[in-house]
């Protein structure tokens, strides 16, 4: 006699904390197998893309730092100036280059050790949590030091930064990397090595590389499925293409895996921190840039790699001194779409740890 | 259906407590390492933590020893760069005999971007290292010239007494 | 980046309009990238002084760089509305082309031509070409066919259009609005947008200030 069941269904947040922010999940269940999951976003939607509209391209530098991706606001910074400075033929020194990519690699650490911290917490693992923080205390002190901000930095000007690096920095910077590299082995320690954050995540939420692919996602959940592309690599900006740094590329596609590629990501940005800081020339810091700069018409699309994927901004310009339309490529937002294949077929149990996976934050994704 | 808990599907289970067990060690030798080592947290209200000097903390148009005034030529550049347009300025007189009547910073709307101390010309604004500057009430985050020339939060809830200078 | 598959794809469908192609002269045939370059980019560089047009007159006076005509700085093919789907398919799955990922839709409101510009913007992991897609919609009633057969993840792009522009994407499997709430009076995003509390929102407020009123707080509280 086949017994009678029915699916439930089940509202995981918006008010969450394993939601890593006011994210709402549907979950359809059939006992305690998912059939469904559905993301409902939008709860922290702010409309930036219509706010930049209306303010000038340097005010839009303090804009893009808090209205998109708020871990990893070097990088909005990045590309919002990138864009700006191709379409307006805009030249940033030398060492201003370097300085932006040594900015953008700490960022990156910065926002994978939040990422490894919270995806501990998912799994039961506090002390990884405490442990990331601590390291990413000294990223926050160096980024004070320079910028003057911890988490907003508004550092980033259009042709160049807005200040020089303080003195003794560079040194400050190396004795981190120095630090950092004799921290990341304990995580291993603690999380690569424990059977039960394995048993927890290896072939959990596996994504193939076609799906990724044609979901758009990108990023580190693309490359733990097998998609052996970085944007630093393909059309390196900056610096990105003298230095010397490997891709961490899985074929597992599964929780693991992108535990494993992020790990390896944040060495490689140590590594290159290191070739940055050896090489670093004097120099001009800024180009000569009007405060209310009117960009020529027209229309460009720049790419960067945020610590969460593709982050790329297409900027339309009417040749006035505010934007026209700008639309924002949010990595986390294509990510999230990926998120119910990687789902279907899994336990409930498994909801967090795979949401935990992909290192969404909601202000990228709603924006 | 797949099942989650199955990575180590092919070992027995005596295996699987030895794994566990000394995953155990591992990470609790881990852990008592940390414990050994020097704090890294101080404990806030009693101690605090030195800023540093770019630090983003409130706007100040402090006074100039010389003239006794502040240096502020009223030229309205950071009201007009002012991404959440919260300065306020209003001035009286012409040309060189201007004289600033109102300069209000609603520190409620700022978004401590730095911009207005960026595109000052005579850097008569200026950030200063404080970073408590919350309150009970909302009236008190609208600062007026007086507190800006007085550079120091309106309602300081902190009273730490000793000060740790970061090391690192 | 290069314009070869914008060109390819001139080749295959002639029906469409290439980007105006920055330094290149219709004349010159494929002229490199930056040869044909325009003086626009030193006019960006140098931004003349303000002076310099009434000291010398006989010089035609330089435009300033904002005034220049546009420079699309990304390859791509404005495409007849009609033909969309076509073409999408044959860029996705024709291994010429292999644009097998989908940065981005989104839209550009330009109320003046009284129409919107739906924007595609395809890559391919391979070539490391891109290519981007310009369908040009009517304002009145906007349509386009949806694209989510031929790229999985145009769905969420095609619903955030939707939602903040108001283009009807036909054939969608789930078009919902996905950043507003499903009771969202207008598309935020169109230039003629103006945010008006909906009356229960009003109705709230004034309870609320009544309510905060009466605890005697201050105006500003």
């Known amino acids: ?367 | 259906m797949n099942t989650s808990i199955q990575p180590n599907g092919k070992k027995s289970l005596a295996e699987q407590a030895w794994a566990g067990a000394v995953g155990l060690v591992v990470g609790l030798k881990a852990t008592l390492r940390t414990m050994f080592e020097r704090k890294v947290t101080v404990s806030y209200p009693v101690q605090k933590v030195n800023v540093s000097p770019r630090w983003h903390g409130l706007l100040a148009l402090p006074i100039d020893q010389e003239t006794d005034n502040d240096k502020c030529i009223i030229c309205f550049q950071c009201e007009r760069v002012c991404p959440d347009r919260c300065i306020h300025i209003e001035a009286t007189g012409k040309a060189k005999d201007r004289l600033l009547t109102r300069f209000d910073i609603e520190m409620d709307k700022c978004c401590y971007c730095g911009l207005c101390v960026e595109v000052c010309p005579t850097e008569a604004i200026v950030f200063v290292p404080h970073y408590e500057a919350s309150t009970y009430n909302r009236a008190n985050l609208l600062y007026d010239l007086d507190d800006l020339h007085r550079a120091a939060p309106k309602e300081p809830l902190g009273t730490g007494v000793v000060k740790v200078r970061r090391t690192r | 980046m290069s314009w070869d598959l914008a060109e390819k794809l001139k080749v295959r469908f002639p029906e469409i309009e290439l980007f105006p192609r920055p330094g290149h002269q219709p004349g010159t045939g494929n002229g490199e990238r930056g040869t044909g370059e325009p003086p626009r980019g030193e006019v960006a560089a140098a931004a003349p002084p303000a002076g310099e047009g009434q000291t010398s007159p006989a010089v035609p006076a330089k435009r300033p760089a904002h005034e220049a005509p546009p420079a699309y700085l990304v390859p791509g093919a404005v495409v007849p509305k009609d033909k969309l789907l076509e073409i999408c398919r044959v860029l996705a799955t024709d291994p010429e082309f292999g644009l097998s990922y989908l940065s981005f839709v989104t839209a550009v409101d330009r109320p003046e031509a009284g129409e919107f510009e739906v924007v595609y913007h395809c890559y391919s992991h391979q070539s490391r070409e891109e290519l981007a897609l310009k369908v040009r919609v009517p304002r009145d009633g906007a349509s386009v066919p949806s694209v989510t057969s031929i790229w999985d993840g145009a769905n969420w792009h095609e619903r955030e259009t939707y939602d903040l522009f108001g283009i009807i994407f036909e054939g969608h499997p789930n078009l919902r609005r996905i950043m507003m709430t499903d009771d969202w009076i207008g598309h935020p995003l169109r230039k003629d947008y103006v945010y008006k509390d909906p009356a229960w929102l009003v109705e709230v407020a004034k309870r609320r200030k009544d309510e905060i009123e009466g605890l005697g707080l201050g105006e500003r509280a």
């Open chain 1, 1 to 367: 006699m086949a017994l009678r069941t029915e699916e439930l269904l089940l509202n995981m947040g918006p008010q969450h904390p394993s939601t890593h922010g006011v994210l709402r999940l549907v979950v359809t269940l059939d006992g305690e197998n998912i059939v469904d999951v559905q993301p409902d976003i939008g709860y922290l939607h702010s409309s930036v893309e219509k706010m930049m509209e209306y303010r000038t391209y340097l005010q839009n530098i303090a804009l893009v730092d808090r209205g998109m991706d708020y871990l990893s606001a070097m990088a909005n910074e990045e590309v919002w100036c990138l864009a700006t400075e191709r379409l307006a033929k805009i030249e940033a020194p030398e060492r201003a280059r370097y300085i932006r990519t040594i900015m953008l690699e700490l960022q990156r650490i910065s926002s994978h050790l939040i990422w490894l911290g919270t995806f501990g917490i998912d799994l039961g693992a506090f002390t990884a949590f405490l442990w990331a923080m601590r390291e990413r205390e000294r990223i926050m002190d160096l980024f004070e030091s320079a910028t003057g901000g911890r988490l907003h930095h508004v550092y980033f000007r259009i042709g160049g930064v807005y200040e020089d690096l303080p003195d003794g920095w560079t040194d400050r910077c190396a004795t981190f990397c120095d630090y950092f590299m004799d921290r990341l082995p304990e995580y291993d320690e603690l999380l690569t090595g424990n059977p039960i954050f394995l048993a927890r995540t290896q072939g959990v939420g596996v994504l193939p590389t076609a799906k990724a692919i044609a979901m758009g996602a990108s990023g580190p959940v693309a490359r733990a499925s097998g998609l052996a592309y970085d944007v630093r690599r393909a059309h390196p900006y900056e610096v990105y293409d003298r230095l010397q740094f490997d891709i961490p590329v899985r074929t597992e596609g599964d929780c693991f895996a992108r535990y494993l590629v992020r790990l390896e990501e944040m060495r490689q940005s140590i590594r290159i921190i290191r070739q940055c800081l050896e090489t670093i020339p004097q120099g001009e810091i800024r180009a000569k840039v009007a405060v209310t700069l009117r960009v020529p018409k027209g229309e460009v699309y720049a790419r960067t790699e945020s610590p969460r994927g593709d982050l790329g901004i297409y900027l339309i310009s009417e040749g006035k001194d505010m934007p026209y339309r700008v639309k924002i490529r949010a990595p986390a937002f294509s990510n999230l779409y990926a998120l119910t294949e990687m789902m279907r077929g899994w336990k409930v149990a498994d909801v967090i740890a795979i949401l935990g996976s992909i290192d969404i934050v909601l202000s990228d994704v709603d924006r």
